[in-house]
């Protein structure tokens, strides 16, 4: 399954690495250098994760991203910091996991971007959910309603869900 990814990175050669490991590992990544422009990207696209490198942005850049919460409803924010002391970002209604590498460590960012989108797959699939998403049968045709009716016991089982 191929996941939307954007990823913020104001220092291009850490942002070609962050885009080239989350391609690799089967992500459709859009990179931004600017952050002010974020909110054009965030309005066209709703991507599953949003990466931001806090790497070389400055303060009321910080700020701004910060204001963007409600484009962010639904998606998964990781963000990349050096050390903890870089200061935060808090996106209101909008839960933000860090991911502290110094010096990047790619499988480990991608690793935790998998985490968080498979945390968050999890909290949304549930059985209600499923069976929305299940084809509708009118009920006319006994051998496919049956068909249907145990794709849905199987994924459900599949799925941990009966």
Not at 78 to 102: H, M, T
Not at 109 to 132: C, F, H, N, P, W
Request: include cysteine; proline fraction near 3%.
């Amino acid at each position: 399954m191929s996941f939307s990814t954007v990823v913020f990175s104001s220092d291009k050669i850490r942002g070609a690495l962050l885009s080239k490991a989350f391609q690799e590992n089967g992500f459709e990544v859009s990179l931004h250098k600017n952050v002010h422009a974020a909110e054009n990207v965030l309005k066209t696209k709703l991507p599953s994760l949003v990466v931001f490198d806090k790497e070389g942005y400055f303060r009321n850049e910080l700020e701004h991203f910060s204001s963007l919460s409600r484009f962010l409803v639904g998606a998964s924010v990781l963000v990349i910091a050096n050390s903890a002391a870089d200061g935060s970002i808090s996106l209101k209604g909008v839960p933000v996991e860090w991911c502290l590498s110094n010096p990047l460590d790619l499988p480990l960012i991608v690793s935790k971007a998998k985490e968080l989108l498979s945390a968050t797959i999890k909290m949304v699939t549930r059985e209600g959910d499923l069976k929305e998403l299940l084809p509708i049968t009118d009920g006319s045709d006994s051998s496919e309603s049956e068909t249907s009716e145990t794709l849905s016991e199987d994924l459900l089982g599949f799925l941990g869900l009966k």
